[in-house]
């Protein structure tokens, strides 16, 4: 039995090897997708920080003998980042474990890796139950770069050409490893004896740019997300904590006869996972996809802003309703 849970209502007591906590963090920034392509703030233990980012400079220019050089001066905007926290509660049965706590911290780590990496890039991508204002997939909607259609050579091109025709350059696409067997086929038609691919399976490149697959689950077979990745910023601003109970009771989930679960009394292990995570895209028209849903979860207010969480997977756990309701995207004028 591995599923999420509620970790307000969850008393934990036993302490963890301080290594555990390193590895699901560091696991955590290499599998998902956004914290591999983002840039990091430093956020110093804080909940919100201000930053600056250069959107471009003046330019140089020529100058002869003896005359003054010209001062390019740059151009800096200001920003926000905003950490909201992200939450998960595995319990399991020792006979799962084999009774044994090295088991249990081999065993639990790749599962809590999973499901938070999955909920920071639905959460930032398609702003599905997400704690933030905004999402890649709300950006490229609102700056009118959004296309449907097959993942072929055409198309492909057409999905940088919403960047660079506002001047932008792309730097990185975000893929699923379903569409692998697009990539390799996305080549020039009519083309004669040495037609043009894009797609570099070795090197794992799209014209020339890295692709970083998500996990399953989070972008759809067909799904293409082709952006500038320098205004995705990203900050963890206090420690990923992790604690480890054999005797809690845990209040959101039930066992079938409507009692709550007792690890101790049912001879169970759970551990819980908190961390905090700042996600900001600071320029929309930096954003382009190819059909990708967008969501309409915005939750507003968030853990500690009452009870219970807002998240909708969360109420989904504790007998509510799962969040299944996606807007479809749709071209954008």
């Known amino acids: ?116 990496d999955k909920a920071i890039d639905l959460a930032v991508i398609k702003g599905i139950n997400t704690p933030y204002a905004d999402s890649l997939a709300n950006a490229a909607k609102t700056n009118g770069a959004v296309l449907t259609g097959d993942i072929n050579y055409d198309n492909i091109l057409a999905l940088e050409n919403k960047l660079y025709d506002k001047g932008l350059q792309g730097n990185a696409f975000l893929s699923t490893l379903t569409n692998n067997p697009a990539l390799r086929t996305s080549i020039q038609k009519d083309a004669g004896l040495y037609p043009d691919k894009l797609y570099d399976s070795a090197a794992k490149t799209l014209d020339g740019m890295p692709v970083v697959d998500t996990q399953q689950g989070v972008l759809n077979k067909g799904d293409l997300v082709f952006g500038n990745f320098d205004y995705l910023y990203y900050g963890l601003p206090g420690n990923l904590e992790v604690e480890l109970d054999k005797s809690a009771q845990l209040s959101t989930l039930t066992n079938a006869d409507g009692t709550p679960i007792n690890l101790y009394e049912q001879d169970m292990v759970a551990m819980k996972v908190t961390m905090d995570v700042a996600v900001l895209p600071v320029r929309q028209d930096a954003f382009a996809t190819l059909n990708v849903n967008t969501g309409d979860d915005v939750l507003g207010a968030v853990p500690g802003d009452g009870t219970d969480s807002n998240d909708k997977n969360a109420k989904a756990n504790t007998k509510a309703k799962p969040a299944t309701d996606v807007k479809p995207a749709t071209e954008s004028k």
Request: proline share 4%; net charge positive.
């Open 1 to 116: 039995m591995v599923q999420q849970f509620n970790p307000n209502n969850v008393m934990t007591t036993q302490s963890v090897p301080s290594d555990v906590a390193t590895t699901i963090i560091d696991r955590i920034m290499g599998q998902s997708a956004i914290l591999q392509v983002a840039k990091n703030v430093e956020m110093q233990g804080q909940k919100t920080k201000k930053f600056s980012f250069m959107t471009g400079v003046g330019g140089a220019y020529w100058t002869g003998e003896t005359q003054r050089i010209a001062t390019s001066k740059p151009t800096f905007l200001q920003a926000k980042l905003e950490a909201k926290k992200l939450a998960v509660i595995i319990p399991v049965s020792k006979e799962f474990l084999n009774y044994s706590y090295s088991n249990f911290f081999s065993e639990v780590t790749p599962l809590i890796v999973e499901q938070m």
